[in-house]
């Protein structure tokens, strides 16, 4: 990773200069605007309890750094678009893992059910296509293509105990579950800053392998991090039996205790003080062996290619004439060592 991004701002000073994130929140917000008021509450319930509104953030520092000054409304559009398809999978990912925290409060699973939580995803999906449909048909196909990969992503993810995976298939499910809406930003952001050709090529691989080294940090942080920090009951991955990069580092160490991946747990498992005791013995076991270095490794390597793959990114766009902004390539390197150093 280039050295000047050991100078780059903490994320939460990053986000909170960036133009155009408010204008951003009050479009989302305003969408929450429905005659079924139980649609607008989940989603003003799951938007008030907070996150790092990561890929807006993402899309305006882009669009900044290779050649719109200030944000347009297009710009503005697309990254609220890129938002509400990410509350959307939220609600959806509730329901699917049966989470009861969101962010360290009740999901809007728990809180409201099944079914309105899932109504409630889809109207977001709606309301997110509903900005994205009126923009350049670049920008549709590339959303298409992004909710595509999504749901790809969440099919592929299938448990460990009902379908073989490798670290092969653990990466594509979160090239497609998570990065997917990383390159839309990026993407996006930067076709609408003038880049062509090499150069939205270039963001594309750089936003693919930014939202790898997330999903693996989620990974890693899912057995790192206690319950008041994750926001979550910790080893839920390993709960669910999830092909995620440490259980499948984990499986391969040949572990006697790791092959309980291979089995599903019992139906009561959230409350079967059994299962209870192997998620205690399994994240003790992975915290002690190589597994979480290595975990590291590849996280670090795809942060790597990501910082490579941005710098490529300005180098073809300097040729093609666009003036890069380097306060804002600083900005988005910035997130790429935040990503980096949670993983210490």
């Given at each position: 990773m280039s050295q000047n991004t050991l100078a780059a701002p903490s994320l939460s000073?990053?986000?909170?200069?960036?133009?155009?994130?408010?204008?951003?929140?009050?479009?989302?917000?305003?969408?929450?605007?429905?005659?079924?008021?139980?649609?607008?509450?989940?989603?003003?319930?799951?938007?008030?309890?907070?996150?790092?509104?990561?890929?807006?953030?993402?899309?305006?520092?882009?669009?900044?750094?290779?050649?719109?000054?200030?944000?347009?409304?297009?710009?503005i559009d697309v990254a609220a678009g890129i938002e509400l398809i990410h509350m959307a999978t939220l609600l959806h990912d509730d329901i699917i893992d049966r989470?009861?925290?969101?962010?360290?409060?009740?999901?809007?699973?728990?809180?409201?059910?099944?079914?309105?939580?899932?109504?409630?995803?889809?109207?977001?999906?709606?309301?997110?296509?509903?900005?994205?449909?009126?923009?350049?048909?670049?920008?549709?196909?590339?959303t298409e293509e992004a909710c595509i990969h999504l749901t790809e992503g969440e099919i592929l993810e299938t448990p460990l105990f009902s379908h073989p995976h490798t670290l092969a298939t653990s990466r594509t499910i979160a090239e497609k579950k998570t990065a997917a809406l990383f390159r839309l930003g990026a993407r996006s952001a930067g076709f609408l800053g003038g880049l062509r050709d090499k150069a939205l090529i270039s963001l594309d691989s750089f936003g693919n392998h930014l939202g790898i080294s997330f999903q693996m940090l989620d990974d890693l942080l899912?057995?790192?991090?206690?319950?008041?920090?994750?926001?979550?009951?910790?080893?839920?991955?390993?709960?669910?039996r999830k092909p995620?990069?440490?259980?499948?580092?984990?499986?391969?160490?040949?572990?006697?205790?790791?092959?309980?991946?291979l089995v599903a747990p019992k139906e009561d498992a959230d409350t079967n003080e059994e299962e209870e005791n192997f998620i205690s013995e399994a994240i003790a076991e992975i915290i002690s062996s190589d597994?979480?270095?290595?975990?590291?490794e590849h996280a670090q390597s795809e942060a790597q290619a990501a910082d490579?793959?941005?710098?490529?990114?300005?180098?073809?766009?300097?040729?093609?004439?666009?003036?890069?902004?380097?306060?804002?390539l600083l900005a988005i390197q910035g997130i790429i060592k935040y990503t980096v150093d949670r993983m210490s």
């Open positions: 000073e990053l986000f909170r200069a960036i133009p155009g994130l408010g204008a951003v929140e009050q479009l989302i917000a305003s969408k929450f605007e429905t005659d079924a008021p139980r649609l607008a509450e989940i989603s003003e319930y799951l938007f008030k309890l907070g996150g790092k509104r990561v890929r807006p953030a993402l899309t305006l520092l882009v669009a900044r750094a290779f050649g719109m000054s200030e944000p347009e409304q297009s710009l989470s009861p925290i969101r962010r360290h409060h009740p999901s809007p699973y728990a809180t409201y059910g099944t079914n309105d939580t899932l109504l409630a995803g889809d109207f977001l999906l709606t309301r997110a296509f509903s900005l994205c449909a009126r923009l350049d048909p670049f920008i549709i196909d590339a899912d057995v790192l991090s206690p319950e008041e920090q994750l926001g979550k009951r910790p080893g839920t991955d390993i709960r669910e995620s990069l440490v259980n499948l580092l984990w499986l391969s160490s040949n572990s006697s205790l790791a092959k309980k991946l597994v979480i270095a290595t975990a590291r490579q793959a941005l710098q490529d990114a300005a180098t073809h766009a300097k040729s093609a004439g666009i003036r890069i902004d380097e306060e804002a």
